[in-house]
């Protein structure tokens, strides 16, 4: 990501970086045959990769006039900027909001939500 860490992608950039992440390294027709029909133009997918790579998401290898792209940002630090994003967009910067919201949504069991406990206090010690 851009060295700011502000750098959102839109939702189908999200969806070509997970793309990435689940298969790793690709060239733009791989990526291509691995989505559903109707596929989209391969210019479409270039220009999604293109700018993921200027936005510092994705790197390429070049062999002859083939480019295979390889994600450099991890899943998980994209994930982390995003539920921070999340949080501080929608519940006012507080995970304690967020959490409550969930459980209030019953997106949350109290049992997965003792298991979080849990796991956070094992975490400190």
């Given at each position: 990501m851009?060295?700011d860490k ?11 970086m997970?793309m990435f ?11 291509i045959e ?7 133009p391969?210019?479409?997918i270039s220009?999604f990769?293109?700018i993921?790579e200027k ?5 390429h ?6 480019y295979?792209?390889f ?5 998980k630090?994209?994930?982390?900027f ?7 967009n929608y519940?006012?910067g507080s995970?304690n ?5 969930l459980?209030?949504e ?7 939500l003792?298991?979080l ?9």
């Open positions: 851009k060295k502000t750098t959102k992608l839109t939702k189908a950039e999200e969806e070509i997970h992440w689940e298969h790793g390294p690709s060239t733009v027709s791989a990526l691995k989505m559903e029909e109707p596929r989209p391969h210019s479409t220009s990769v293109r993921l936005k510092g998401f994705l790197d290898k070049t062999y002859g006039r083939t295979e792209y994600p450099i940002i991890e899943k630090s994209y994930s982390k995003s539920l921070k994003n999340l949080v501080t519940f006012e995970m909001e967020m959490v409550s919201f459980v209030e019953n997106d949350l069991s109290l049992t997965e003792a298991k406990i849990n796991k956070l206090e094992n975490k400190k010690s």
